[in-house]
């Protein structure tokens, strides 16, 4: 079965300074696509990153990449130098040909310290 | 191009009422999906519809419904509301399938219910 875990219900960063958001999957099915959300206190999701299972490089998007390892099966989230506008909260997801929709982690919040 | 919009954002129902949430997708986008999300349980996938027909559903009770419009706009019912339905409703839309590999879906600002 699809699942995804994120152990840090919370993270604390000073603002400068990079943090890795950690991300599990299980999945069996060797076609998935895994997603990185942002959800300030306002509430909207908004979309940071993907990462395909077959893509060949990490992905990165600006000040954010994914550290993906296939064999782990792990797709950590980087962010570099760190933002006061960086704390939120950040999901996990995952999709794979299987499930006909997205599963989300818990979420880990992320506090940045001026 | 304007994102996903979603009326009303806050709400006020009491038990046994019931309530229509809507969304408009991004322009051009087919695919809109909706997720509650709660504290306790975290975001929990509700339905997604495509092309006017409901395409998936999530492990919810009759009482939650939707449709969505020949425009692509959505919308949500619940009925016989009842406290647990206090949540977030996120509305998220997508180009194709949100079952598609790497199809990316881009969320609304969320509808805010409170049930008394």
């Known amino acids: 079965a699809q699942k995804i875990t994120q152990t840090q219900p919370g993270m604390f960063v000073q603002e400068k300074e990079a943090v890795t958001l950690d991300c599990t999957y299980d999945t069996s099915d060797p076609s998935y696509g895994l997603f990185w959300y942002k959800q300030p206190s306002s509430g909207e999701m908004i979309f940071l990153i993907y990462?395909?299972?077959?893509?060949?490089q990490n992905a990165t998007e600006g000040r954010y990449s994914l550290n993906f390892q296939k064999a782990r099966k792990s797709a950590n989230l980087v962010i570099s130098a760190s933002q006061l506008g960086d704390s939120a909260m950040y999901f996990c997801?995952?999709?794979?040909?299987?499930?006909?929709?997205?599963?989300f982690g818990a979420g880990t919040r992320l506090f940045v310290k001026a | 191009k304007a994102g996903v919009t979603q009326t009303p954002r806050y709400l006020i129902k009491t038990r046994g009422q019931q309530v229509t949430l809507s969304c408009s997708p991004i322009s051009g986008h087919r695919s809109v999906s909706w997720y509650q999300q709660t504290p306790g349980q975290g975001l929990q996938f509700l339905f997604e519809y495509f092309s006017e027909t409901q395409r998936n559903k999530g492990n919810f009770p009759g009482r939650f419904s939707g449709r969505q419009f020949s425009n692509s706009r959505s919308e949500m019912n619940v009925s016989t509301l009842e406290l647990g339905d206090s949540a977030l409703y996120l509305c998220?839309?997508?180009?194709?399938?949100?079952?598609?590999?790497?199809?990316?879906?881009?969320f609304g600002p969320g509808t805010r219910l409170l049930v008394l």
């Open positions: 998220a839309s997508s180009l194709r399938l949100a079952g598609v590999i790497g199809e990316t879906q881009y």
């Open positions: 990462q395909g299972s077959y893509d060949q």
């Open positions: 997801a995952m999709r794979d040909t299987g499930g006909f929709k997205t599963i």
